[in-house]
């Protein structure tokens, strides 16, 4: 069992900043893709960056040059670290540990059937 704990998210204005932290015990890391996820409201839950085991990382189109996923050294919080936000950026946002690659990750998402997931946090961009 793998118990993940979201924060970190909130109401921003358009252009603005927020970072999330995933809680998450630290054999996670070494075991699974540690992944965060969005859900926009009406639409499938799709990636946004995955931090592979060997520590690659991979971004979803969207997230790319604006998104940043990272972790702490101790192997305990992982981050999403978003910069220029836009409206269409709304949407509950998910952390996950998942035995698929980061690659995959972004580019076909990944059933909540799989893997471990958090309760999620909404993030909100106004314009």
């Known amino acids: 069992q793998v118990k993940l704990t979201e924060s970190g998210g909130g109401s921003v204005q358009a252009g603005g900043s927020l970072r999330l932290s995933c809680k998450a015990p630290?054999?996670?890391?070494?075991?699974?893709?540690m992944a965060w996820f969005r859900q926009i409201s009406g639409k499938e839950r799709e990636g946004v960056a995955g931090?592979?085991?060997?520590?690659?990382?991979k971004y979803a189109d969207f997230a790319k040059g604006r998104f940043t996923i990272s972790k702490d050294s101790a192997d305990t919080t992982l981050y999403l670290h978003m910069n220029n936000l836009k409206p269409e950026d709304t949407a509950m946002y998910y952390c996950?540990?998942?035995?698929?690659?980061?690659?995959?990750?972004?580019?076909?998402?990944?059933?909540?059937?799989?893997?471990?997931w958090g309760q999620g946090t909404q993030v909100t961009v106004s314009s």
């Open positions: 630290g054999y996670a890391f070494s075991m699974y893709t």
């Open positions: 996950a540990a998942v035995p698929f690659d980061a690659d995959l990750v972004v580019r076909r998402g990944v059933s909540e059937s799989f893997g471990y």
């Open positions: 931090l592979d085991k060997d520590g690659s990382k």
